[in-house]
């Protein structure tokens, strides 16, 4: 690649001059833009690597923390899951920065295993896949807390844990392209809408 | 005690703050020949190197949501303004029963950065609106003393928009809009069904090339920053032509703590805190141009006391901190299931809305004063932290099938913003708080705030449209609001709109306001204040177009002043 030896900030600084001379500036700055676009992504792709070492889960909570994320937003035959996407290193992150996180996950979690601990003699991950859902179906809708209140602090858990996994599912690679976004790129003109479907 | 460092050169100009107001002053101040200082109170900001302009979430280790997640609920991490409504070590506090949010932006540039672009002027009878229903004050100047500075303002900046001949929402000088995108036809079709106003909206964004700035590339990314100038902010529109000039000095990480007035009455300099060196320096210049932000404004002007002005450098009227008010502001969404039928295509355009209502019932009686405009959202944007804690909420669930909705319903959510009009009230203002300094050591501003019943019942009405024009597109509405709780008809705290104005406000009277028709203090005739602060009424159209048209006016005649020897 002929451009290989030119860097992000060479390209915006003829960017800039450009602006200035603004004779050029019709052809310059969507090639140059998309371009830096280009840069970006491998400096970025390029930077991470390597096995995550949680920062503040213990090994135990962080592995219940990878097996609930991966119920809540599961592989199927169009994606990845929440796992591939990062999601758990994402919470940890968040977490290990927040003491309310902590609180709310670190507690939901040992939560999770006493309950599980009370109705069958083993923690969450221990149990049986039918065991788990049964656990995970009673606190996953608001409406089983109304009927039984000890319930509450699991759906309060979970409903958070949920949110923050779509965070970290959606905001990833995987999950961009699971819901085909389309954008974050360089036009000359905006399209408008396709034709809008009849309703 | 440290000493204070005194700068041994004196300036023609100090001007503090540099957003729109302190930056279109710098501008026009540096280019007019006069030996300007800038002080700024955050650092300086590198577009290429601070503005997240194309960065995808997953690049970021905290996906947008923030250290902490703090941002998920306080502000994006994308978005460009070094600031939030909380920064460490600079605490404000709100009286008892009050709730003001104050966004503060420490950053060169201030929140031209981030800013939502809406570029609107106000119309003729806003600054009437007194005389019109007998609630509140007119403005000292008219539309057509303003109008000059709009026309030169949207011609160097660069706005876009369509003449409309709207009596509400004055037309300008525009550069042609982008083409709506898909809600935004939905929206206009229901409106045109409904009799409402939709019409292309007007945001500061090059849609074409002009001053040398590149056109937009409509990555939708505005709030970010823009690396290639192609939307407007001080930072990369006025203030590199006022440093061009090389009679601008610009001092970052300056936060000014008091304006020290002369034996003779007049301003004579601006002690201010540099905060690399945590010392106290000072800097003596002719005149002061003060555009702080209102509030930081008033806050100044309140911690300014002397002998000469025991409550405050130009407050013998007592109005200084008075008349604060933000805009109105209640959002309603709704889902529409004939979007999921859309097919995927690139919904970015330009960062906001490209169609809006203007005020539209300006010729009817309502059940409220003064009016409100509608601001488009929604629809197939770059996915985010937060995007799906409504689908979360409402779907509940795990596994293939929250999967499998969330793939629907994505972009198929369509949202309006409603932005009015708040009357100044007794009981809203700002203060200094007796009891507690910032980490610099300045006292802190207390805020007092209260909503009434005009601006209660303007977001009940605010409501009703946004359900209305919902219900005649299709859809289902989704936001649930009533009159009861901690906001009711959905009405958002004070400040939370981040169009503050009016605590040093502009009038006739010397009695009843703070400056004269051209941003100039009554008292001291070398001190002007030249941003929101200066806001006689706060129509619904977003303050910062006219913040630039009156400091170019401001500081024309300030130069012309000079020019004569009257400052």
Redesign the interface.
């Known amino acids: 690649m002929a451009r290989e030896g030119i860097s992000r900030r060479d390209v915006l600084r003829t960017l800039a001059a450009g602006a200035a001379g603004g004779s050029v500036l019709q052809v310059i700055p969507a090639a140059a833009a998309e371009y830096v676009h280009q840069m970006v992504h491998k400096e970025k792709a390029a930077a991470s690597a390597g096995k995550y070492t949680p920062k503040y889960f213990s090994a135990a909570q962080y592995a219940t923390l990878i097996a609930l994320c991966d119920t809540i937003i599961p592989k199927d035959e169009k994606s990845g899951g929440a796992v591939e996407a990062g999601a758990p290193e994402f919470i940890d992150l968040l977490t290990s920065e927040n003491e309310k996180y902590q609180l709310r996950l670190g507690g939901g979690l040992f939560w999770l295993d006493s309950l599980c601990t009370d109705r069958y003699g083993k923690v969450f991950l221990e149990c049986t896949p039918e065991q788990r859902t049964i656990v995970l179906d009673a606190i996953a809708y608001r409406e089983n807390a109304k009927q039984d209140s000890s319930l509450r602090q699991g759906v309060a858990f979970f409903s958070f844990l949920r949110r923050l996994t779509c965070d970290g599912f959606y905001t990833s690679k995987i999950g961009i392209a699971d819901l085909q976004y389309i954008g974050n790129a360089t036009l000359s003109e905006f399209p408008g809408c396709p034709p809008l479907p009849e309703s | 005690m440290a000493q204070v460092i005194r700068s041994p050169k004196a300036y023609d100009v100090c001007i503090i703050g540099s957003g729109a107001g302190g930056g279109m002053a710098a501008k026009n101040l540096a280019e007019g020949g006069l030996n300007c200082v800038l002080l700024e109170a955050g650092p300086n900001v590198n577009p290429?190197k601070d503005f997240k302009m194309?960065?995808?979430?997953?690049?970021l280790?905290?996906?947008?949501?923030g250290?902490?997640?703090?941002a998920?609920e306080n502000f994006s991490e994308f978005l460009a303004p070094n600031g939030a409504w909380e920064i460490d070590g600079e605490p404000y506090t709100s009286a008892p029963g009050a709730n003001f949010q104050w966004f503060r932006s420490r950053i060169v540039g201030g929140r031209t950065n981030h800013w939502g672009r809406i570029a609107l002027r106000f119309a003729p009878i806003d600054f009437k609106s007194g005389t019109r229903d007998g609630l509140g004050d007119d403005w000292p100047i008219t539309y057509e003393d303003l109008a000059p500075y709009y026309d030169k303002v949207e011609s160097y900046i660069g706005v876009f928009g369509t003449k409309e001949n709207v009596s509400s929402a004055p037309d300008g000088i525009f550069l042609p809009p982008?083409?709506?995108?898909?809600n935004?036809?939905?929206v206009k079709k229901a409106c045109d069904k409904l009799g409402i106003i939709c019409i292309p909206s007007r945001l500061a964004i090059l849609t074409r090339?002009i001053n040398?700035?590149?056109?937009c590339?409509?990555?939708?990314?505005c709030g970010r920053g823009c690396?290639?100038?192609s939307n407007f902010s001080s930072s990369q529109v006025l203030l590199p032509p006022a440093m061009k000039t090389g009679k601008l000095t610009l001092i970052t990480g300056a936060m000014a703590r008091e304006i020290i007035v002369s034996k003779d009455g007049k301003a004579e300099g601006v002690s201010y805190i540099d905060k690399a060196a945590r010392s106290e320096k000072r800097i003596n210049a002719r005149a002061i141009v003060v555009a702080a932000s209102a509030c930081e404004s008033a806050r100044l002007l309140l911690n300014s006391k002397s002998s000469a002005f025991p409550n405050g450098i130009a407050n013998s009227s007592g109005t200084v901190g008075r008349y604060l008010t933000d805009s109105v502001g209640s959002d309603g969404w709704g889902r529409f299931p004939?979007?999921e039928?859309?097919?995927?295509?690139?919904?970015?355009?330009?960062g906001g809305m490209?169609v809006y209502i203007p005020w539209w019932k300006f010729d009817r009686k309502n059940e409220f004063p003064r009016g409100y405009h509608i601001e488009i959202w929604g629809g197939?944007?770059?996915?985010?932290?937060?995007?799906?804690?409504g689908?979360?909420?409402d779907e509940?669930?795990?596994?293939?099938k929250?999967?499998q909705r969330?793939?629907q319903v994505?972009?198929t959510t369509i949202g309006f913003s409603g932005r009015g009009e708040m009357l100044p009230n007794p009981d809203t203002y700002c203060e200094i708080d007796p009891d507690v300094v910032d980490q610099w050591g300045i006292p802190v501003l207390r805020f007092h705030f209260r909503f009434t019943d005009y601006e209660l019942l303007q977001a009940k009405d605010m409501q009703q449209t946004f359900r209305s024009i919902v219900e005649t597109?299709?859809g289902e509405y989704l936001a649930k609001t009533s009159i009861h709780g901690q906001y009711p008809f959905g009405i958002q705290e004070g400040g939370k709109i981040i169009h503050e104005v009016g605590t040093a406000r502009m009038g006739a009277d010397p009695k009843t306001s703070v400056l004269n028709g051209y941003c100039q203090a009554h008292d001291v005739k070398n001190l002007f204040v030249t941003d929101g602060a200066s806001l006689v009424t706060n129509p619904d159209k977003n303050p910062t177009l006219t913040i630039l048209a009156l400091s170019w006016r401001a500081s024309e005649y300030l130069l012309d002043e000079a020019k004569k020897g009257n400052l």
């Open positions: 290429e194309w960065t995808w979430p997953y690049e280790p905290h996906r947008g949501a250290v902490g997640g703090r998920r982008p083409k709506p995108r898909c935004e036809l939905m090339s040398g700035r590149l056109p590339h409509y990555c939708g990314q690396v290639t100038a004939q979007l039928k859309m097919p995927p295509h690139n919904h970015d355009g330009v490209h197939r944007h770059m996915p985010g932290v937060g995007m799906f804690d689908l979360c909420y509940e669930g795990y596994g293939a929250l999967k969330a793939r994505y972009g597109m299709g």
